[in-house]
């Protein structure tokens, strides 16, 4: 059965494996310090066009979004987050496991605006409550949608304004980078957050988030946060030879425009048949609304994931895009949805 | 100015004052292991009719909370909380500094039902997401509601179904068990919750709250936790001394009815004034709205806090009656209010 | 049977019960906002010599340590401590608790020096290890032990050169101020540390210790810290009231000296006996070698606790004095000992 | 210059990359819910010859530790390990970061004995101290030793005895397994233990660990704790296509084995040179002790660790041997040290 079920089920982009097959036998140093990651950071900060940015590599998502919330917060200290977002939902309490509250907010389409935001501060008002101190934002996020410039911009002034930390989560970056709505760059991206990453795991890599920090006060000591949290990897050289495969000849943008081509064409389909979605979404998620029974024979031919309830006989499903994503899949399943509706 | 801005304004009843004053140069054993200890313990133990709970006495609430809800669960697990729980706002995060995420439930009235449990526990499905493992309530709220005892025989019955803890927070049990609309005793709460506690900082000690374990698997090293969160308290008998004072003579009892009457007056006087409540309490916190206006002028008279806006012109405001609340202040707000309503 | 087993076997002063007494129907602003801890405030400033440091009175020592350490250092970074100090022993790991590693170090008597640092901070030397940031010390310390001035400022240097928090215990700070062999002013103190507290526990208050912050980087937002982990007492002026008793009319030192003076007596009478001692202390602890037959007769008529094994035939035990023993209690004991020495 | 710094400095064995290789293109389902490492788990059962352990492979050695050690303790509850043990000194406080405190203990060899558990046991009396509840051991040792049977054996009655946990790392399994001293097997391993790992980072994966969970009350909800902590590898097949490999065909041996002959061949000509060892350890880690001055020349032409210091002219540095050391790497360090000595 083909699989829409997520953006990591293949292993990683050819090139990315044979790079690593050419390096197998030399020896290397240790823990990130080898010469192929201090290549792949020097690729990232032109890419951002910030010279001083201080760049790790991280083996995975949830791993990245504790560090960087437990090395930012002092202990009584919050992060304001969307109420879908991945760290309040899919992270099995990591950032409460670190000694933080996750302030969640409910938002109609998975995004924090300047008033959700100010809301929040406004309820926080003395020592007996948390301190809000980060905003915790995806992009994509986790339904799929994305912030134009205007609204990173606007988020960006306010959190500067209150002395918030602005931290972007970029486990789908390429997927909100080369979407067909998309206005932002990397380099606008680094300049607007204090700190966010690039995945690489949602995006053809076996494994690998690249953490950007920009904030001054967020560079100290930030090796001793990843060690302590066991994500210091004995052979960080591993990273480094992927983010140099993803930031040489375009790797990352063509990987990521290859799965929002295939969700583009499966939105296109979907859209053209009538059906509707339960988020407006131009990246590698989609979540069209199915009645309950075309969902039942639609799992015995392919698999995905449920997303929620919208009334007694229908649901919405989530269906993920990824730069391995056969169009022979794509146009498999739009005939069955042709074939099966109405 | 006379002030209801809370239950813990004034130090304590006198006859508690009286006892440590006559035990004062005698020499004891440290950390709870007195006699005044176990003498307190074993009159709790009649009052809710379990000769074998295991009783310890903490200082403050917030501590025995955290306390609880630390040993009680393992690190993965999270505790089911009303949105305006005390644990969910007002301990600036002391629970997820002990690792644990407190899931707030939206409430009309500051309660939880079996159903809002339900919900909880069909929305975490899997390891990606934390383990539902305990149900916070308190007794009377925060917003001055109190459970029947129908309503918490059904919180008790979904519990022992689905194996969760339940907790119930007793800073203000005082008040509850003696409110006019109660029809729960002490007994009842021990047979039908796991763990709870009968406080005594808001109802006349000078600090204090008896916390009773009844689930065997939750009595186990209990005083490692105590000790290992700084709230074993040298001097342990005065606390012992304090609990003997409460729960003799009925005390406890009489100190929160006086509470009561006080409220409870307030409360027919506004009413008759046609005010209306941001919560129907029958405990010793009223949440009367008035305008914005009147909330100016009374507060250049008396202190108190503010609740919550209502609409643009209106707020409620927090009134709060003590043991220690003399009538003579409670008419004078009436007059005051009398004198400068509509 | 008398008690030697600690300095908090009785309660308070009678002029610090009277002060609760005198003051007990007065309504009062909770969580240490009252007059009573802002006048005890200014007294502290008074006596250490300095009008800006920051002062909070919180409940116990444990409690006040795990604030303190927890407050001041980041994740990943670690506090030297004489492997016999109190958060390295005694505190059920209550420091680890809150995430930090302490870094035990062995000692003759109790007490650090610069090389004992230097050694700590030789031997740490990368991300893979935690980051030496504090140094704990107690005065007078868990075996009895003081610093001199000479000593406390070669440790003041060492830790400023170094940039080390220097963090003071002072659970018996006053059995330390007022010894015979002491040369150092609370005002020296609080020129020479960081941080540090004055016990009131263990010199004749209920409870309470008085928390000097000094170092202006660790002031902002301490209440937070001490609200997070419940130590914001409701009724906070019960602390204040203590402390301004403490502070006013030389209480603090006289009660610390009535201690010393008891464990002075008991020193010289034992010296003349011919004893020795595990410790040599002039504070209100003593550690007097005893055979272990000489222990056990002892022990049916009187209470202390052991210390440890000298040999097969030999323990030293741990004799405590406080504000409240009776002379005739320590003349009994002296008798005791005459009769039944050799 | 060739490099004894550590066994990590090189890729993985051909075998296992051309497996990754081959199946690169296949869709798996994420969070090791996949084939591969179902049939991983089911080689190395075989292999321990237990059917019913649970498996669980973890990318590397420090998050291991952490997981395994959080998830088996309570709060209070604390570790033994011996003072060099990684977890106490090479994690940055990894394990206190979970709160938990690691009980150092000195030993002469790295290597715990009865007798140092049950001092660690005597001092630890009531609840003012952490309750020891878990022994962690490495085999082979952080200083190349490794355990008999016989030695295992005695500590796993022990640990019954006194209901601890015992914990083995397995970072370097490989290595102590295939030495010429050992007379342990995976089944024994796993017998007389009650949780351990068998490490793939240093024996030739890319990365990687398979914890084994033997004792039944540790099993439960294990993948609350590994999502967690952010362990749960998203391309989770990563892991188990590479213990597929390992587990097959002996090749985890093997490597193992190779490491140990190069090791063995450099201390045959060191000892025939007539140097010592700080350690006298049989397995691919060495700790020869040279002059202060060889050691200055040899860093010119070889990179290796320091150890310790010795004497005023003399140090100890540790040379590491892996599945890849080319026997003329270690035959040019042989002659290097001929030409150099005396």
Redesign the interface.
């Known amino acids: 059965m ?2 829409f ?2 953006d ?5 982009h ?1 090139r990315i ?1 044979k790079a ?2 050419e ?8 823990y990130s310090l080898d010469c192929h990651t201090s290549h792949a950071v020097s690729l990232i900060r032109k890419e951002i066009d910030d010279p001083h940015a201080d760049i790790h590599m991280i ?9 960087v919330i ?2 930012a917060l ?3 200290q ?1 992060v304001i987050a969307p109420a879908t977002g991945h760290i309040n ?6 950032i ?7 302030l ?1 907010v409910d938002t109609r389409d998975g995004k924090l605006t300047p008033a959700l935001i100010q809301q929040a501060l406004d309820f926080h008002t003395d ?5 809000p101190k980060m905003v915790y934002i995806s992009n994509s996020t986790e339904v799929g949608t994305q912030y134009s410039k205007a609204e990173l911009e606007a988020l960006s002034r306010i959190c500067r304004l209150k002395n918030l930390y602005l931290f972007m989560d970029g486990a789908r970056m390429g997927s909100a980078l080369t979407s067909p709505i998309n206005d932002l760059t990397l380099a606008d991206i680094a300049r607007l957050t204090d700190i966010f990453y690039i995945g690489g ?2 995006n053809g890599a ?2 690998g988030e690249a953490l950007v920090i920009r904030r001054e006060e967020l560079k100290p ?1 930030f ?13 960080g050289w ?1 990273l480094g030879i992927q983010f140099e495969e993803l930031f040489q000849n375009n790797l990352f943008y063509e990987m990521a425009s290859h799965a929002n081509a295939m969700a583009g064409k499966l939105r296109a389909a979907l859209t053209g048949m009538g059906y509707s979605f339960a988020y407006d979404s131009h990246t590698n998620q989609l979540f069209p609304v199915f009645s309950n029974d075309l969902i039942e024979k639609l799992a015995k031919n392919f698999t995905f994931n449920m997303d929620k309830k919208i009334d007694e006989t229908h649901s919405s499903i989530r269906l993920v895009t990824s730069w ?1 994503t056969a169009e022979e899949g794509v146009d498999e399943l739009i005939r069955f949805l042709e074939d099966n509706s109405r």
């Not at 083996?59 to 560090?67: A, K, V, W």
């Not at 939902?89 to 990591?94: F, L």
């Open positions: 083909y699989s079920t997520n990591y089920s293949e292993g990683a050819p494996l690593m097959m390096t197998n036998l030399a020896q290397n140093a240790g083996t995975g998502g949830t791993q990245t979004n504790l560090i437990s090395a002092r202990p009584y919050a939902v899919h992270e099995t309490g990591a409460e496991a670190t000694g933080h509250k996750v969640a020592e007996h409550m948390v301190q795991t949602k076996l494994f000591d090796r001793f946060m990843i060690k302590q949290r066991g994500a210091m990897l004995a052979k591993l391995a």
